[in-house]
């Protein structure tokens, strides 16, 4: 998918395409996408930017090739292009060799390439310039054998992809060149368990140097953070990385290379560009793109002490200091309260010194006067001193109390912070007498619809409209926290179970009435999870982790609502993290399936139409219900992508079915809220469907009523864009809510769709038991085609033709199939 980021000009836009060799999952790549993209937008807003992923590392192979060469040039055959970017060997050299077909003969910048591949290219190819990775980890060494001169041996983690040979062969002469007696042993051709032995035996004079590693030795894929966390997990050394995202994934440190840096440095020679200078006048250069950085967390756990490292090196993780982030006030206020007591003491001396003049004046009276007069001038200008003191030190004091108020405060809404949250805790839960408290886990539903749409300024408003309206339910005793974001924290000290629950009920029941912010009405809710102490969690950790699932259940269920927490919660929990986190995968795995059902007209005893539904077969998780994981890719905004790719997959197979002669067909695809909400969606749809050269009218797109219910008005004016190009509008699970009814006369609805609860119980035998026939007339009366979801039985067919409903749907006919049956049924049924 491509992303762009373009703003109005008078001047013509620009258009820019980055291709990456790897995958947006891999944080090398999306690191220098993020350089690349800020360095470019910071300077140059007249610019539309195109993404391109190759994911070379998962498909090393000629057909991922060639269908990227199709798929692009199917994107990007009309479009002008001005400059290309690449990252790594494997883009540069697709876009060196298709340039010329695909991307209107562009000049190229070129990121992340080592030396092997520019030698290998340069004086070949023209309109070419770009920076160089320099892979050196000669710094790494010394630093390391700084901090342990013993070290002899360099166990060496990378793997045998086409990069990993690239990179150890470069190390391999780097350390020659530094110091041939370094015993340097490749670990490419081990096993994963035998890495993970193998390090865990290292003694002291070995050091480890994580390069790349996306395999082991026996060509298992192994995820290159997974493979860094597990091997510093049970290694005996420290693990030094090349590359700054191995932080937080176990990395100890090293002088790293930074994937950010590449990217901006590319993005400065794109830019020279792109105000007319030639790419063949810009030079090749190998910038300075490394951090000296380690990791705190990884220097206790091997008591490595912060002198034995360089002095401009970045410690990554380390607690909180005061003294280190106010140094200079500290000092400050240091020095003030040295030059006062050095005052007083000069002060006392001085004083003492008076008083021994006055003895001595005693004697002359004319002395004594002058003397007298002496003293009066100095007492003033001392009181005078005095008084500017004392303003210094009110001064000081204003500007401690408001550095410790800002520090425990939200800057938006004034609220106290996470925290004031944790300290605030430590003092409530452990009281001797405070036997019970309830914590609420509040979070605004739909919040970043919200400002995506209107905008954070709008949003940074609606936030602290919503505190204040929150803070005015407050119970006694309890203290409400923004957490950030969308995310506030109630805390009630000696509160049980039903009180917070009335608690939770009267701050539901406030939001009812709407917010007006920039004289912009709107209605908000919020989803609350409740957890109790001790029953749920006997600190603030836990109480917030108990809260939280509490408050995904209660987002689950259908929001606006709150729910408390129980221990059978965690297993939905983590049920749901683990769909989560093979669910990013699972399209780039080509792990989903269309299953289609036919959809089987009464009028003329035939298949007219075909629903097409979404199945995922996961390797680790199995076959995953719809249900489950539709939620979750909708939470995670994956249902985006992986709706496109639904349509264009329908519209690809019902492209075939017309192909065979069954020019009738037409087919249903359910669409998501995100989705509609997009602001291209109208446009790809109808581009997806131009392309299969399909007839609009043979698509029909579903929505449900909780679409209608929370977006009518983008809504609205969307569908009846779609309805006028002749594509199908049906409403599904009809009868589920409650607000349809008075959307069907405004909305250009094309087919009802009952849902299936009221089909399971009707018969002609206690016909006039049901609504069915009622929706089925008004559905005839409006002009609307009326399917019946879930048929099973032939009482309820009889049921259905009776009262002249138009199509069914269900298990009576057909199941849902996979393409290849369903052609078989549709050829025997001609």
């Given at each position: 998918?491509?992303?762009?980021?373009?703003?109005?000009?008078?001047?013509?836009?620009?258009?820019?395409?980055?291709?990456?060799?790897?995958?947006?999952?891999?944080?090398?790549?999306?690191?220098?996408?993020?350089?690349i993209?800020?360095?470019?937008?910071?300077?140059?807003?007249?610019?539309?930017?195109?993404?391109?992923?190759?994911?070379?590392?998962?498909?090393?192979?000629?057909?991922?090739?060639?269908?990227?060469?199709?798929?692009?040039?199917?994107?990007?055959?009309?479009?002008?292009?001005?400059?290309?970017?690449?990252?790594?060997?494997?883009?540069?050299?697709?876009?060196?060799?298709?340039?010329?077909?695909?991307?209107?003969?562009?000049?190229?910048?070129?990121?992340?390439?080592?030396?092997?591949?520019?030698?290998?290219?340069?004086?070949?190819?023209?309109?070419?310039?770009?920076v160089?990775?320099?892979?050196?980890?000669?710094?790494?060494?010394?630093?390391?054998?700084?901090?342990?001169?013993?070290?002899?041996?360099?166990?060496?983690?990378?793997?045998?992809?086409?990069?990993?040979?690239?990179?150890?062969?470069?190390?391999?002469?780097?350390?020659?060149?530094?110091?041939?007696?370094?015993?340097?042993?490749?670990?490419?051709?081990?096993?994963?368990?035998t890495?993970?032995?193998?390090?865990?035996?290292?003694?002291?004079?070995?050091?480890?140097?994580?390069?790349t590693?996306?395999?082991?030795?026996?060509?298992?894929?192994?995820?290159?953070?997974?493979?860094?966390?597990?091997?510093?997990?049970?290694?005996?050394?420290?693990?030094?990385?090349?590359?700054?995202?191995?932080?937080n994934?176990?990395?100890?440190?090293?002088?790293?290379?930074?994937?950010?840096?590449?990217?901006?440095?590319?993005?400065?020679?794109?830019?020279?560009?792109?105000?007319?200078e030639?790419?063949?006048?810009?030079?090749?250069?190998?910038?300075?793109?490394?951090?000296?950085v380690?990791?705190?967390?990884?220097?206790?756990?091997?008591?490595?002490?912060?002198?034995?490292?360089?002095?401009?090196?970045?410690?990554?993780?380390?607690?909180?200091?005061?003294?280190?982030?106010?140094?200079?006030?500290?000092?400050?206020?240091?020095?003030?309260?040295?030059?006062?007591?050095l005052?007083?003491?000069?002060?006392?001396?001085?004083?003492?010194?008076?008083?021994?003049?006055?003895?001595?004046?005693?004697?002359?009276?004319?002395?004594?006067?002058q003397?007298?007069?002496?003293?009066?001038?100095?007492?003033?200008?001392?009181?005078?001193?005095?008084?500017?003191?004392?303003?210094?030190?009110?001064?000081?004091?204003?500007?401690?109390?408001?550095?410790?108020?800002?520090?425990?405060?939200?800057?938006?809404?004034?609220?106290?912070?996470?925290?004031?949250?944790?300290?605030?805790?430590?003092?409530?839960?452990?009281?001797?007498?405070?036997?019970?408290?309830?914590?609420?886990?509040?979070?605004?539903?739909?919040f970043?619809?919200?400002?995506?749409?209107?905008?954070?300024?709008?949003?940074?408003?609606?936030?602290?409209?919503?505190?204040?309206?929150?803070s005015?339910?407050?119970?006694?005793?309890?203290?409400?926290?923004?957490?950030?974001?969308?995310?506030?924290?109630?805390?009630?000290?000696?509160?049980?179970?039903?009180?917070?629950?009335?608690?939770?009920?009267?701050?539901?029941?406030?939001?009812?009435?709407?917010?007006?912010?920039?004289?912009?009405?709107l209605?908000?809710?919020f989803?609350?999870?409740?957890?109790?102490?001790?029953?749920?969690?006997?600190?603030?950790?836990?109480?917030?982790?108990?809260a939280?699932?509490?408050?995904?259940?209660?987002?689950?269920?259908?929001?606006?609502?709150?729910?408390?927490?129980?221990?059978?919660?965690?297993?939905?929990?983590?049920?749901?993290?683990?769909?989560?986190?093979?669910?990013?995968?699972?399209?780039?795995?080509?792990?989903?399936?269309?299953?289609?059902?036919?959809?089987?007209?009464?009028?003329?005893?035939?298949?007219?139409?075909?629903?097409?539904?979404?199945?995922?077969?996961?390797?680790?998780?199995?076959?995953?219900?719809?249900?489950?994981?539709?939620?979750?890719?909708?939470?995670?905004?994956?249902?985006?992508?992986?709706?496109?790719?639904?349509?264009?997959?329908?519209?690809?197979f019902?492209?075939?079915?017309?192909?065979?002669?069954?020019?009738?067909?037409?087919?249903?695809?359910?669409?998501?809220?995100?989705?509609?909400?997009?602001?291209?969606?109208?446009?790809?749809?109808?581009?997806?469907?131009?392309?299969?050269?399909?007839?609009?009218s043979?698509?029909?797109?579903?929505?449900?009523e909780?679409?209608?219910?929370?977006?009518?008005?983008?809504?609205?004016?969307?569908?009846?864009?779609?309805?006028?190009?002749?594509?199908?509008i049906?409403?599904?699970?009809?009868?589920?809510?409650?607000?349809?009814?008075?959307?069907?006369?405004?909305?250009?609805?094309?087919?009802?769709?009952?849902?299936?609860?009221?089909?399971d119980?009707?018969?002609l035998?206690?016909?006039?038991?049901?609504?069915?026939?009622?929706?089925?007339?008004?559905?005839?009366?409006?002009?609307?085609?009326?399917?019946?979801?879930?048929?099973?039985?032939?009482?309820?067919?009889?049921?259905?033709?009776?009262?002249?409903?138009?199509?069914?749907?269900?298990?009576?006919?057909?199941?849902?199939?996979?393409?290849?049956?369903?052609?078989?049924?549709?050829?025997?049924?001609?």
């Open positions: 998918m491509s992303f762009t980021a373009s703003a109005f000009s008078i001047e013509k836009q620009k258009n820019i395409l980055i291709i990456h060799s790897y995958s947006e999952g891999l944080q090398w790549t999306s690191e220098q996408n993020s350089g993209i800020e360095n470019i937008t910071k300077s140059n807003n007249n610019c539309a930017i195109f993404v391109e992923y190759m994911d070379w590392k998962n498909y090393p192979y000629q057909n991922n090739l060639d269908s990227l060469y199709n798929y692009l040039k199917y994107k990007y055959s009309d479009k002008k292009l001005d400059l290309i970017i690449t990252t790594d060997d494997a883009a540069l050299t697709f876009a060196l060799e298709n340039r010329a077909d695909l991307f209107s003969n562009a000049p190229i910048v070129f990121s992340g390439v080592n030396q092997e591949k520019i030698s290998q290219i340069q004086g070949k190819y023209e309109n070419l310039t770009g160089m990775e320099e892979i050196d980890p000669t710094d790494t060494i010394r630093m390391a054998r700084k901090i342990n001169p013993d070290i002899e041996n360099l166990y060496l983690m990378v793997d045998n992809s086409e990069s990993g040979v690239t990179t150890s062969k470069i190390i391999l002469e780097k350390v020659k060149q530094m110091n041939p007696e370094i015993k340097i042993i490749p670990m490419n051709n081990m096993s994963f368990s890495v993970i032995d193998t390090v865990g035996r290292l003694d002291n004079k070995s050091m480890l140097l994580f390069a590693y996306y395999g082991d030795g026996t060509g298992s894929i192994i995820d290159f953070n997974l493979a860094c966390r597990e091997v510093s997990k049970y290694s005996a050394v420290p693990t030094y990385h090349l590359y700054d995202f191995g932080l994934n176990g990395a100890f440190g090293g002088n790293m290379l930074s994937g950010r840096l590449y990217g901006n440095y590319a993005a400065e020679l794109a830019l020279r560009i792109l105000e007319g030639s790419a063949d006048n810009i030079a090749i250069y190998s910038p300075k793109a490394t951090r000296k380690f990791d705190y967390n990884q220097m206790k756990r091997f008591n490595i002490s912060r002198d034995k490292l360089p002095s401009d090196t970045e410690i990554f993780n380390k607690p909180f200091s005061f003294f280190e982030t106010y140094r200079l006030l500290v000092l400050a206020v240091a020095a003030v309260f040295i030059f006062l007591i005052f007083v003491m000069i002060l006392l001396i001085y004083i003492k010194k008076i008083r021994r003049i006055r003895k001595e004046l005693h004697i002359s009276n004319e002395e004594l006067t003397t007298y007069e002496e003293l009066v001038a100095t007492d003033d200008e001392l009181k005078n001193q005095l008084h500017e003191i004392s303003e210094i030190q009110r001064n000081l004091a204003e500007s401690e109390e408001k550095y410790t108020y800002l520090a425990l405060h939200d800057v938006l809404t004034g609220l106290p912070n996470r925290r004031s949250l944790f300290e605030d805790a430590d003092r409530i839960l452990h009281k001797g007498n405070n036997k019970k408290a309830a914590l609420l886990f509040i979070d605004m539903d739909n970043k619809y919200i400002n995506d749409t209107m905008g954070h300024e709008f949003g940074d408003l609606l936030i602290k409209a919503a505190s204040d309206r929150l005015l339910d407050l119970l006694e005793k309890s203290t409400l926290y923004r957490l950030g974001g969308d995310e506030f924290i109630i805390l009630a000290e000696e509160t049980g179970q039903d009180r917070a629950e009335q608690l939770t009920a009267d701050i539901l029941y406030s939001f009812k009435e709407n917010f007006f912010v920039k004289n912009i009405g209605h908000i809710s989803s609350i999870g409740i957890a109790i102490y001790p029953k749920h969690g006997n600190n603030i950790e836990e109480l917030i982790k108990s939280d699932i509490a408050m995904y259940k209660a987002k689950e269920s259908g929001k606006n609502r709150y729910v408390l927490y129980d221990k059978i919660m965690n297993k939905d929990f983590t049920e749901r993290m683990n769909i989560e986190k093979h669910l990013h995968t699972a399209m780039d795995n080509n792990e989903f399936e269309l299953f289609y059902q036919p959809q089987f007209d009464l009028n003329t005893n035939k298949v007219t139409g075909l629903e097409a539904l979404l199945r995922w077969r996961s390797p680790e998780l199995g076959l995953v219900s719809p249900m489950k994981f539709i939620k979750v890719a909708e939470d995670t905004h994956l249902i985006i992508q992986l709706g496109e790719w639904v349509l264009i997959q329908a519209c690809d019902l492209s075939h079915l017309h192909k065979q002669g069954l020019t009738d067909m037409k087919m249903s695809v359910n669409i998501s809220t995100l989705q509609i909400f997009q602001s291209d969606f109208n446009t790809k749809v109808l581009k997806i469907i131009d392309y299969f050269k399909l007839d609009p043979s698509i029909e797109l579903e929505i449900t909780t679409v209608l219910i929370e977006s009518f008005e983008v809504v609205y004016d969307k569908l009846l864009k779609l309805r006028e190009k002749g594509i199908g049906a409403l599904d699970d009809f009868g589920k809510g409650y607000s349809s009814l008075s959307y069907l006369k405004q909305l250009p609805i094309t087919t009802l769709k009952i849902d299936k609860t009221f089909i119980n009707v018969s035998i206690q016909e006039n038991k049901t609504i069915t026939q009622h929706i089925i007339k008004m559905g005839r009366s409006m002009g609307i085609s009326v399917i019946a979801e879930g048929v099973e039985h032939n009482d309820q067919l009889e049921y259905l033709k009776k009262y002249e409903c138009d199509k069914i749907q269900g298990y009576l006919f057909s199941r849902p199939l996979p393409k290849k049956e369903v052609e078989k049924l549709l050829k025997g049924l001609n």
